[in-house]
């Protein structure tokens, strides 16, 4: 079972940013959260991703709760393109296997 | 540069038929997935490669499904008896090495429809 809980969908207005909750409470000291995006059609692809400190990538920011119970992913500027389902993963270090869940799809409207 | 690529993108079997999917990882990448993803779901591991060493098929969800990567670099997933309950896409991975530091790159998928 996924060890990550999403809303199931999203809306946001276009040029505004778009929050995406997770929440992991059950997380471990050893694995990292990661997000990837699966537009239609395509396979997923990689966000971004955190152990315990905030990152920001030309993409979007991870902002990681002290307590890492739970995170959020930031797209600042959203845009059309941006539509998509989004999932937020939690991976043991060193370890291969992602366990996803069923993610939020969040649609940008014009 | 190129990414994974699959083929077909698209494939109807008539139930009971046997199907082989490609996948053709990013040059270079040591590991290798497979996973299947339902309607409405997300994607759900089926098994695991590095190099040409099939370290993890935990997820393959019968003895119909079998893959193989005999060079360590082209991977070929196959169904046989294919049942409708098969129905669904498949969608091929590959990373640097097997383990949390590397992102795993997706392909596009290939989507199976059993009659």
């Known amino acids: 079972d996924a060890k990550t809980t999403q809303p199931p969908s999203m809306d946001c207005a276009e040029g505004r940013a778009a929050n995406l909750p997770c929440n992991h409470s059950t997380i471990s000291g050893n694995e990292y959260v990661y997000w990837y995006r699966q537009i239609h059609s395509q396979g997923p692809q990689y966000i971004i991703h955190g152990l315990k400190n905030n990152e920001t990538n030309e993409m979007a920011s991870l902002i990681i709760t002290e307590d890492r119970k739970s995170s959020t992913l930031i797209l600042p500027h959203a845009t059309l393109r941006d539509t998509a389902v989004y999932y937020c993963i939690v991976v043991t270090s060193g370890t291969y296997k992602y366990i996803f869940g069923t993610g939020t799809r969040l649609k940008v409207l014009a | 540069g190129a990414g994974v690529s699959q083929s077909p993108r698209y494939k109807v079997a008539k139930r009971g038929q046997d199907v082989a999917l490609r996948c053709d990882p990013i040059?270079?990448?040591?590991?290798l997935f497979w996973y299947q993803q339902a309607l409405g779901q997300g994607p759900e591991f089926l098994t695991y490669?590095?190099?040409?060493?099939?370290?993890?098929k935990s997820g393959l969800p019968s003895d119909r499904f079998f893959a193989e990567r005999p060079e360590g670099s082209v991977s070929t997933l196959k169904i046989q008896r294919t049942q409708q309950e098969d129905s669904a896409v498949y969608l091929c991975?590959?990373?640097?090495?097997?383990?949390?530091?590397?992102?795993?790159?997706f392909g596009p998928g290939t989507r199976l429809t059993v009659l």
């Open positions: 991975a590959s990373s640097l090495q097997g383990s949390s530091y590397n992102e795993q790159f």
């Open positions: 040059s270079g990448h040591v590991s």
């Open positions: 490669f590095q190099n040409e060493a099939q370290l993890d």
